[in-house]
């Protein structure tokens, strides 16, 4: 059983970083795509960035040069390093993984999912 857990949410000021962590279950090596999406109320879920078995990376274009995916495949984790946060970035966000490749072209949802943390970015 696939099991998400994120961790490193929190509130910080805009201009501001944070980093996410994920821990998977098993080795993230095994998951052919891994990813990070956002949502905040009344939205649907957006896809912020994914990185698949080989490294390569894909990021929305509102976080291109900002966020950084990365996966410790020893230590089963996946990682969103975000600087110059924004208020817009404020959203719950979430970690997905798939044994599917990752989409060439577009971010699309993944199919498992752990439960969320919060970022809050102030102005």
């Known amino acids: 059983q696939v099991q998400l857990v994120e961790s490193g949410g929190g509130s910080v000021q805009a201009g501001g970083s944070l980093r996410l962590s994920c821990a998977a279950s098993?080795?993230?090596?095994?998951?052919?795509?891994m990813g990070w999406f956002r949502q905040t109320p009344g939205k649907e879920r957006e896809g912020v960035a994914t990185?698949?078995?080989?490294?390569?990376?894909m990021y929305a274009d509102s976080v291109k040069g900002r966020f950084t995916i990365s996966k410790d495949n020893a230590k089963t984790t996946l990682y969103l390093q975000m600087n110059s946060l924004k208020p817009e970035d404020t959203a719950m966000y979430y970690c997905?993984?798939?044994?599917?490749?990752?989409?060439?072209?577009?971010?699309?949802?993944?199919?498992?999912w752990g439960q969320g943390t919060q970022v809050t970015v102030s102005s």
């Open positions: 997905a993984a798939d044994w599917s490749s990752c989409n060439p072209v577009w971010i699309l949802p993944l199919a498992y």
């Open positions: 098993g080795t993230t090596y095994s998951y052919n795509c």
């Open positions: 990185i698949d078995r080989s490294g390569a990376t």
